[in-house]
């Protein structure tokens, strides 16, 4: 695939002449002339690398890095600046800034195209380390609403990154027709991240990475769920079957909230995962409903050894006990989390996961329980 570069800078002849170098040397080029509309353009074009200058009327190129850095497309895109300024104090706030490399002007043609290469090879074959790596996946998902498969789903991946961090642990929301861990979390996805954009034409996990969210709050990172009225039907299977593969590219431990609703996400995701936790409400009906959907997973071929139950009672209405439960669905339970209702309420009113909000609590202990289960499969 041919490499895209931006050129960022107001001179319009230093723009054609970036333009002609690197076109020639087979880049794909596209400029800005001004700092807003080059972070404009970063986040809409997802170029590999940046080409920033510094003195720009309006918007200067430090403030350019940084907000690139900090934006969405500013996991992974390089920034080179490049700049006639050759104090160190400026170079080293540049770097300080999020550029990768500083540059004085005048750099000879043939030493910025061979560096630019450079750069882009060594990150392309990071990546290719990156999405090669196969995180574990685990899908959540209930049969029923309300029975807290989100908040086991959120948990989980609490649990998982308190001991890897949270650059290991990410946890994805699939639940349909819209996902509620960003509110759960308050984590807010930016107006720009479109759900079938990201899926359509093989979202690669280099790509899905630039949309990952933090929270200082949350151990761990966040793919934000699918929006009110987003077109998440339309994505075809096959861009969907890339998706849970790419998904494991992502971190070590990949945690998704399918929720319960039937799913476009669903087939592929459930063939793909290592292991399934079903969520379960001891409760008549949930039972029932758990059975049909065990029923139906099976039939599709997946085997009960990749599948576990967790019994979660966030009503308290504890009609049936575990046994019953087990007896009922012919699976033992991996864990049950009990009914806990002013735990869950504080942490559900500061939005955080319980494991976080009180670690040595009873339910964070439940939550262990589960994860070293589920860790077991
Ligand atoms: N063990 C528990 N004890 C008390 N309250 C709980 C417990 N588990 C979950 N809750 C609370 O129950 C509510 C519903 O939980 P959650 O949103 O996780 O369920 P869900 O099955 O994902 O629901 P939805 O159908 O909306 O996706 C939340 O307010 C949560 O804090
Ligand atoms: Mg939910």
Redesign the pocket.
């Known amino acids: 695939m041919t490499a895209r570069i931006a050129v960022i800078d107001d001179e319009a002849p230093n723009r054609m002449y970036l333009q002609t170098l690197l076109g020639t040397a087979g880049f794909e080029v596209q400029v800005a002339a001004g700092g807003n509309e080059g972070i404009a353009l970063v986040e809409k074009e997802r170029p590999d690398l940046v080409l920033l200058d510094l003195m720009m009327p309006e918007v200067d190129g430090f403030s350019v890095c940084e907000r690139i850095r900090k934006g969405p497309a500013g996991a992974w895109t390089q920034i080179v600046v490049l700049s006639a300024l050759d104090a160190v104090d400026g170079k080293i706030r540049a770097l300080e800034l999020g550029a990768d490399d500083y540059l004085v002007k005048p750099v000879e043609s043939r030493e910025l195209v061979t560096r630019i290469k450079g750069m882009i090879d060594r990150a392309g074959r990071l990546r290719q380390q990156g999405s090669q790596a196969r995180g574990r996946l685990t899908v959540v998902a209930?049969a029923k609403?309300?029975i807290g498969?989100?908040?086991i789903?959120i948990n989980l991946a609490a649990s998982e990154a308190i001991g890897k961090g949270a650059e290991a642990v990410v946890l994805a929301d699939l639940?349909v027709p819209v996902g509620?861990?960003g509110s759960m979390l308050n984590i807010q996805a930016p107006e720009r991240w479109a759900w079938g954009e990201a899926l359509a034409g093989g979202a690669s996990a280099h790509r899905l990475s630039s949309y990952l969210m933090h929270s200082p709050q949350v151990p761990f990172q966040l793919l934000p769920g699918v929006r009110r009225g987003s077109a998440y039907r339309e994505v075809s299977p096959d861009a969907i079957s890339d998706f849970a593969t790419s998904l494991r590219g992502l971190g070590e431990v990949i945690v998704v909230?399918l929720?319960?609703q039937p799913s476009p996400f669903a087939p592929s995701l459930l063939r793909e995962a290592d292991v399934i936790c079903i969520v379960v409400e001891p409760e008549v009906i949930c039972v029932e409903l758990t059975g049909s959907f065990l029923d139906r997973l099976r039939a599709t071929g997946i085997l009960s050894h990749r599948i576990r139950l967790a019994i979660s009672n966030p009503h308290g209405s504890l009609q049936l006990s575990r046994t019953e439960v087990a007896a009922t669905l012919k699976m033992e339970a991996a864990a049950m989390i009990l009914y806990q209702r002013d735990e869950f309420s504080a942490a559900s009113k500061r939005r955080l996961p319980i494991v976080v909000q009180q670690p040595q609590g009873p339910a964070a202990v439940q939550f262990k329980e589960l994860t070293q289960a589920l860790a077991a499969v």
């Open positions: 209930g609403g309300g498969t989100s908040t789903a639940a509620t861990l909230d929720g319960n």
